[in-house]
């Protein structure tokens, strides 16, 4: 089963939605995040949960 690294990243909010979008693309295209969960609070804000594939190395025995 593969593991996962979680970030969670809190837009408040005053940030339009093309911001939020620009935001959660970027950190897609740089460090390979993936949404996970997205929860729209009732005051207007958003709290995103992003994870990422953590990919585990085998030692190089010659």
Excluded: N
């Amino acid at each position: 089963m593969p593991e996962y690294e979680f970030i969670d990243v809190y837009v408040p909010r005053g940030v339009s939605r093309k911001e939020a979008a620009r935001l959660l693309t970027d950190h897609a295209e740089y460090g390979h995040w993936e949404l996970d969960r997205l929860t729209l609070r009732r005051d207007g804000s958003r709290r995103v949960r992003l994870r990422r594939r953590i990919i585990r190395q085998l030692r190089a025995t010659w």
